[in-house]
């Protein structure tokens, strides 16, 4: 008999759960008989609790996946019709500069310029968001092509002074390489302004914003270094995270969505962006880009 309650325990030991003890059995050990089979019985109970659970779970995980579809879907729509009147916008502000409403004093020229370059930062916010909402959907596909990296780069700080100018930064350059590079022209240079124009938000008002092209055998980087409000060592491990930011801080707008679309860009470039900081004398904040030559 009681090689026969062993043999259901062990039944239900690898899963049987409609093994139970038997009725002759009932009749020598009662006691024994009945608690194993109330024993198995809760045990089929708890397992379709687990189920359940599981169920709802599962249906949970499906709604707030949809929410998040949802959610991107939403913005990066948003983003795109946003686009529409920022870029009438700075049509607009290009036509009065240019004097087609007429003469403009220097006050209000001054006025407008200011609100061009914000208009301009706007344009470069709503380009990282639709990017990196672009980039959730399908993988980053690479247009490599040899490129003049030098030439890059400094179209990359042209579009940016202006922005800078705001707050009277200077960006500097500084090159040492003058080959040619393979790399996506187009989202190294979204990488290059990302970088740019967190230096220029992150700088004391009145500094300078250095850039520089060096290299070794192997490699090219390109530094960008900001002095002031410079990057504490213990957020150095969060500036990739999606949506990280301090930007408010800082009385910026800022989506935290800059650097991990950057460090997707150059990761998908079999690159590398590391960065450098210094909190001694004079602070400072280095955002290294390094690629394959
Ligand atoms: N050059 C820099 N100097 C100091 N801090 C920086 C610099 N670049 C980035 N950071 C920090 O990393 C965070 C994330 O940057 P980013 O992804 O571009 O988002 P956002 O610029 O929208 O805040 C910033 O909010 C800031 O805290
Ligand atoms: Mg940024």
């Given at each position: 008999?009681?090689?026969?309650?062993?043999?259901?325990?062990?039944?239900?030991?690898?899963?049987?759960?409609?093994?139970?003890?038997?009725?002759?059995?009932?009749d020598?050990?009662?006691?024994?008989?009945?608690?194993?089979?109330?024993?198995?019985?809760?045990?089929?109970?708890?397992?379709?609790?687990?189920?359940?659970y599981?169920?709802?779970?599962?249906?949970?995980?499906?709604?707030?996946?949809?929410?998040?579809?949802?959610?991107?879907?939403?913005?990066?729509?948003?983003?795109?019709?946003?686009?529409?009147?920022?870029?009438?916008?700075?049509?607009?502000?290009?036509?009065?500069?240019?004097?087609?409403?007429?003469?403009?004093?220097?006050?209000?020229?001054?006025?407008?310029?200011?609100?061009?370059?914000?208009?301009?930062?706007?344009?470069?916010?709503?380009?990282i968001?639709?990017?990196?909402?672009?980039?959730?959907?399908?993988?980053?596909?690479?247009?490599?092509?040899?490129?003049?990296?030098?030439?890059?780069?400094?179209?990359?700080?042209?579009?940016?002074?202006p922005?800078?100018?705001?707050?009277?930064?200077?960006?500097?350059?500084w090159?040492?390489?003058d080959?040619?590079?393979?790399?996506?022209?187009?989202?190294i240079?979204?990488?290059?302004?990302?970088?740019?124009?967190?230096?220029?938000?992150?700088?004391?008002?009145?500094?300078?914003?250095?850039?520089?092209?060096?290299?070794?055998?192997?490699?090219?980087?390109?530094?960008?270094?900001?002095?002031?409000?410079s990057?504490?060592?213990?957020?150095?491990?969060?500036?990739?995270?999606?949506?990280?930011?301090?930007?408010?801080?800082?009385?910026?707008?800022?989506?935290g969505?800059?650097?991990?679309?950057s460090?997707?860009?150059?990761?998908?470039?079999?690159?590398?962006?590391?960065?450098?900081?210094?909190?001694?004398?004079?602070?400072?904040?280095?955002?290294?880009?390094?690629?394959?030559?």
């Amino acid at each position: 008999m009681l090689r026969s309650i062993a043999k259901t325990i062990n039944s239900v030991r690898y899963g049987n759960l409609y093994e139970r003890v038997h009725k002759e059995t009932f009749d020598v050990l009662p006691n024994l008989a009945q608690s194993v089979n109330s024993m198995i019985e809760s045990i089929v109970d708890r397992e379709d609790m687990i189920k359940e659970y599981q169920n709802d779970l599962n249906k949970k995980i499906d709604v707030l996946k949809e929410v998040e579809e949802l959610k991107e879907d939403f913005v990066a729509t948003l983003t795109h019709d946003l686009k529409v009147p920022i870029l009438a916008e700075k049509n607009m502000l290009g036509f009065l500069l240019d004097n087609r409403f007429g003469e403009l004093n220097d006050r209000q020229k001054e006025a407008l310029l200011h609100l061009k370059n914000s208009n301009k930062e706007l344009v470069e916010l709503v380009e990282i968001l639709l990017e990196t909402y672009k980039l959730n959907e399908t993988k980053i596909k690479l247009n490599v092509e040899e490129t003049d990296v030098n030439r890059l780069i400094e179209s990359a700080i042209q579009e940016m002074q202006p922005i800078a100018d705001t707050d009277s930064i200077n960006i500097r350059y500084w090159t040492e390489y003058d080959k040619r590079v393979k790399l996506d022209e187009f989202y190294i240079k979204r990488v290059l302004k990302n970088l740019i124009l967190n230096a220029i938000s992150f700088s004391n008002p009145s500094s300078t914003v250095d850039v520089a092209l060096c290299n070794n055998d192997k490699n090219i980087y390109i530094k960008i270094t900001n002095y002031g409000k410079s990057i504490k060592k213990e957020e150095i491990k969060h500036v990739f995270d999606k949506y990280y930011t301090t930007a408010k801080k800082f009385r910026k707008v800022g989506t935290g969505l800059g650097l991990y679309l950057s460090n997707k860009i150059v990761k998908s470039h079999k690159g590398r962006i590391f960065i450098e900081t210094e909190s001694d004398e004079r602070q400072y904040t280095t955002f290294i880009i390094e690629l394959a030559r």
